[in-house]
T-cell receptor, first 114, second 114 residues
Framework: DAGVIQSPRHEVTEMGQEVTLRCKPI?????LFWYRQTMMRGLELLIY????????DSGMPEDRFSAKMPNASFSTLKIQPSEPRDSAVYFC????????????FGPGTRLTVT | AQSVTQLGSHVSVSEGALVLLRCNYS??????LFWYVQYPNQGLQLLLK??????LVKGINGFEAEFKKSETSFHLTKPSAHMSDAAEYFC????????????FGSGTRLQVQP
């Protein structure tokens, strides 16, 4: 079991550029979550999908953020245009179905916007 | 809405001493509760979970937590701290019945002194 895979692990970009973060959930898991972690705001849920369908995107900060899950094995989080305040660690997590609510986290992508 | 409060953003113990990390929850429905650990520059790892079965839950690395409905608490304990326990610990609650999204606490950083 490879666990949740995220890429890139580190991203440094300039303000105004488009950033795309990628996530491959654990095979067989049907829920996927995107989180953002900062010192000031802690761990925030941005959006989550169930069976590839967005269920709750109320945490997405603004229209500059978008997320997709075209199939069960891949999701992207895009920021366009990026701003320095978007600098954070972005985590992807997946969860199996049934009665098991626990989430399995990826290693995160550290985004720095200069 | 469901929420968790972690008392103490920093806790320091001596190696071999008892570890006690506090978590209180607020939930309008029977909660599912979780403790996660985050080591530096890594994602979150599940320590243990409560899902309405036994109120005393044992997890990995010698940690355990007790669900106390009367106190709305789910404190994390370990009888004897080890240097490798130094990390940040997050308590989390399921957001709503049937919903897989979790709400995380602000975290408690555990420091273990030699």
């Amino acid at each position: 079991d490879a666990g949740v895979i995220q890429s890139p692990r580190h991203e440094v970009t300039e303000m105004g550029q488009e950033v795309t973060l990628r996530c491959k959930p654990i095979s067989g898991h049907n829920s996927l979550f995107w989180y953002r972690q900062t010192m000031m705001r802690g761990l925030e849920l941005l959006i989550y999908f169930n069976n590839n369908v967005p269920i709750d995107d109320s945490g997405m900060p603004e229209d500059r953020f978008s997320a997709k899950m075209p199939n069960a094995s891949f999701s992207t989080l895009k920021i366009q245009p990026s701003e320095p305040r978007d600098s954070a660690v972005y985590f992807c997590a997946s969860s199996p179905g049934g009665v098991d609510y626990e989430q399995y986290f990826g290693p995160g992508t550290r985004l720095t916007v200069t | 809405a469901q929420s968790v409060t972690q008392l103490g953003s920093h806790v320091s113990v001596s190696e071999g001493a008892l570890v006690l990390l506090r978590c209180n929850y607020s939930s309008s429905v029977p909660p599912y509760l979780f403790w996660y650990v985050q080591y530096p520059n890594q994602g979150l790892q599940l320590l243990l979970k409560y899902t309405s079965a036994a109120t005393l839950v044992k997890g990995i690395n010698g940690f355990e937590a007790e669900f106390k409905k009367s106190e709305t608490s789910f404190h994390l304990t370990k009888p004897s701290a080890h240097m490798s326990d130094a990390a940040e610990y997050f308590c989390a609650v399921s957001r709503a019945a049937g919903r897989r999204a979790l709400t995380f606490g602000s975290g408690t950083r555990l420091q273990v002194q030699p």
